[in-house]
């Protein structure tokens, strides 16, 4: 199903080797394509090898970058392709997926994720923050899952979710927001214990806005 999130890192840490170690894990359990958007040092990344990535991800970790956005692919619709690796740009935004949408389900050639954000629906409402039409247009598609949206700054970072919940951690002045477990219950605390089912929220170092947020 995919491993995708953010990191926030504004004090410039180390990154714990046990979120190094997880990262690696999901990465090698999700092959099939990997990218990385990165600032401080910047880099962005999409590619199928996984042996370019994993080098280039090990050196950007130890870094200690100011922030870092993720997706690792394992494929379920749509061929194994460059064109299907997550963080496809809208605007000023990438954009990545860990989940399914119903509507596109038996696509042969393009991920599900991909069909949706090619609709030119979401892209208007994506670009113009028009989050309530973005939530119920996906929803509507069968959108199931967490998706990431980071601005190339990460001076905004959204998550919109239906039927599955983000993960939020910190730890040594460090956020993390996943897709799925990170660390279960080691060295990282949970910030957030609500399941946060079914909505749009805005992700900072320090906190989580809710934009949109509706009854599971």
């Not at 690792?72 to 460059?82: L, W």
């Not at 990545?96 to 509507?103: I, P, Q």
């Not at 730890?171 to 897709?179: E, V």
Request: proline share 2%.
């Amino acid at each position: 199903m995919c491993f995708t999130g953010v990191i926030f890192n504004p004090y410039r840490k180390q990154i714990p080797e046990l979120v190094v170690k997880r990262l690696h894990r999901e990465l090698i359990e999700n092959p099939h394509g990997f990218y990385v958007c990165a600032v401080n040092p910047e880099v962005y990344v999409r590619t199928l090898d996984i042996d370019e990535f994993r080098a280039l991800f090990s050196k950007l970790l130890s870094q200690r970058p100011l922030a870092v956005h993720f997706h690792f692919r394992y494929a379920s619709v749509g061929v194994i392709s460059v064109e299907n690796v997550h963080g496809w740009r809208i605007g000023d935004y990438h954009v990545t997926h860990n989940g399914s949408v119903w509507a596109y389900i038996n696509e042969r050639v393009f991920c599900e994720s991909l069909k949706l954000i090619m609709q030119k629906e979401f892209q208007e409402y994506l670009l113009n923050k028009r989050w309530e039409e973005l939530f119920e247009y996906v929803k509507d598609k069968g959108f199931y899952g967490v998706m990431f949206i980071a601005s190339r700054d990460f001076s905004e970072v959204y998550v919109v979710t239906n039927g599955k919940s983000v993960k939020y951690y910190q730890a040594k002045g460090i956020t993390y927001a996943t897709s799925g477990e990170l660390l279960v219950g080691r060295e990282l605390k949970s910030i957030r214990r609500e399941n946060y089912i079914n909505g749009v929220f805005q992700i900072t170092h320090s906190e989580v806005k809710v934009i949109v947020q509706r009854e599971v």
